[in-house]
């Protein structure tokens, strides 16, 4: 594998509208299958033996560990391409003072919006303001970091001013990536967009990349104008079904050390590094299959289809929203029948 997400933990002091994890956060309380400290430095030894590139540490919130900072102290000793998810809320001078000694490519502080009335009716009530004091001891401390902000239905509005707010207090980069819907998010109708608003994001967006630094904001909602552009019937040659790292290149490992092929496909399980190593995770059976899949394309593999006008211009989609909408791998994306205009998900 040459990239892992590496979900060090299921605890989180937020329960944000969004978050794919809604179901499976806990408290600040320890969980008992957690992988200990121990246990966590020697699944990144084995990162170091297996060739892993790029290690992305994810929550929960990884700050909730107690023992975080040794953990991230120990991952800083590495040569991996290190990136790191929070809320910011937990980021303390200790905190700021550890980033600030370590080498992390991408430090990655999640924001929904650039007042405390957008951004705490997604994460919670004080949220904006305890992030804000975490981004004033990374700027102490001289840290660089990022700002992203996932973009749905309540604060798509906001994408302009959120990228002034971002350029403003001095991030490295804004990111804009759109919300991935769940059907088990009981606020999935407040926060899934149509079609007319996801294309209404995706201009704005154009336009602010036009006005802003040359590579400040980082997105691509954007691409999403292509259907609107895109003549279907000039694209004659199928994609491959998996255009990512699904099963190839990639894996998300949980705070239980169970290990997945991605962060959404979370009841396909592969192993678990209690009982492998993961130099191995690439040749367990279902990593297989995934690759397999992988060799397939939208006018063979997928039977709604191969009707479609759009088939080779889209190729099928996005394996993990097909997985989390129906339930398997071989059914449409529902964002790009969406974008298409068509009801190929029937």
């Given at each position: 594998?040459?990239?892992?997400?590496?979900e060090v933990t299921s605890r989180c002091n937020l329960r944000c509208m969004h978050c794919y994890l809604h179901e499976e956060l806990t408290s600040l309380s320890t969980d008992p299958y957690e992988l200990d400290t121990l246990e966590c430095k020697r699944l990144i030894d084995q990162f170091e033996e297996a060739g892993v590139f790029y290690v992305t540490v994810l929550g929960g919130e990884p700050f909730c560990?107690?023992?975080?900072?040794?953990?991230?102290?120990?991952?800083?000793?590495?040569?991996?391409?290190?990136?790191?998810?929070?809320?910011?809320?937990?980021?303390?001078?200790?905190?700021?003072?550890?980033?600030?000694?370590?080498?992390?490519?991408?430090?990655?502080?999640?924001?929904?919006?650039?007042?405390?009335?957008?951004?705490?009716?997604?994460?919670?009530?004080?949220?904006?303001?305890?992030?804000?004091?975490?981004?004033?001891?990374?700027?102490?401390?001289?840290?660089?970091?990022?700002?992203?902000?996932?973009?749905?239905?309540?604060?798509?509005?906001?994408?302009?001013?959120?990228?002034?707010?971002?350029?403003?207090?001095?991030?490295?980069?804004?990111?804009?990536?759109?919300?991935?819907?769940?059907?088990?998010?009981?606020?999935?109708?407040?926060?899934?967009?149509?079609?007319?608003?996801?294309?209404?994001?995706?201009?704005?967006?154009?336009?602010?990349?036009?006005?802003?630094?040359?590579?400040?904001?980082?997105?691509?909602?954007?691409?999403?104008?292509?259907?609107?552009?895109?003549?279907?019937?000039?694209?004659?040659?199928?994609?491959?079904?998996?255009?990512?790292?699904?099963?190839?290149?990639?894996?998300?490992?949980?705070?239980?050390?169970?290990?997945?092929?991605?962060?959404?496909?979370?009841?396909?399980?592969?192993?678990?590094?209690?009982?492998?190593?993961?130099?191995?995770?690439?040749?367990?059976?279902?990593?297989?299959?995934?690759?397999?899949?992988?060799?397939?394309?939208?006018?063979?593999?997928?039977?709604?289809?191969?009707?479609?006008?759009?088939?080779?211009?889209?190729?099928?989609?996005?394996?993990?929203?097909?997985?989390?909408?129906?339930?398997?791998?071989?059914?449409?994306?529902?964002?790009?029948?969406?974008?298409?205009?068509?009801?190929?998900?029937?």
């Amino acid at each position: 594998m040459r990239g892992i997400f590496w979900e060090v933990t299921s605890r989180c002091n937020l329960r944000c509208m969004h978050c794919y994890l809604h179901e499976e956060l806990t408290s600040l309380s320890t969980d008992p299958y957690e992988l200990d400290t121990l246990e966590c430095k020697r699944l990144i030894d084995q990162f170091e033996e297996a060739g892993v590139f790029y290690v992305t540490v994810l929550g929960g919130e990884p700050f909730c560990r107690p023992d975080f900072i040794t953990i991230l102290q120990y991952l800083g000793e590495k040569k991996f391409w290190t990136s790191l998810d929070t809320n910011g809320t937990l980021l303390d001078k200790m905190a700021a003072e550890t980033l600030g000694a370590i080498t992390i490519k991408n430090l990655n502080v999640s924001m929904e919006g650039p007042r405390p009335e957008i951004h705490d009716a997604i994460r919670g009530a004080g949220a904006y303001e305890k992030t804000i004091r975490g981004i004033e001891n990374l700027t102490e401390c001289e840290v660089q970091f990022r700002i992203g902000m996932i973009v749905n239905k309540m604060n798509y509005p906001h994408v302009e001013e959120m990228a002034e707010f971002c350029l403003d207090i001095g991030a490295q980069d804004a990111g804009f990536s759109l919300y991935v819907d769940s059907p088990s998010n009981r606020f999935s109708s407040m926060l899934r967009m149509n079609r007319r608003e996801i294309f209404a994001a995706a201009r704005k967006i154009t336009e602010v990349k036009e006005r802003f630094p040359k590579g400040f904001i980082k997105s691509d909602i954007d691409g999403n104008l292509a259907f609107l552009s895109a003549n279907p019937e000039e694209y004659t040659r199928s994609k491959n079904l998996i255009p990512c790292g699904l099963g190839k290149t990639q894996a998300t490992i949980l705070n239980n050390g169970d290990i997945i092929p991605c962060t959404y496909m979370r009841t396909i399980v592969v192993g678990n590094v209690r009982e492998i190593h993961v130099s191995e995770i690439a040749q367990t059976p279902q990593m297989r299959k995934m690759r397999e899949l992988g060799t397939l394309a939208a006018d063979t593999a997928i039977e709604q289809c191969r009707s479609c006008r759009w088939k080779y211009f889209c190729g099928g989609g996005c394996r993990a929203r097909s997985y989390l909408e129906y339930g398997d791998l071989v059914s449409p994306d529902p964002l790009k029948c969406l974008l298409a205009g068509v009801d190929a998900c029937e």
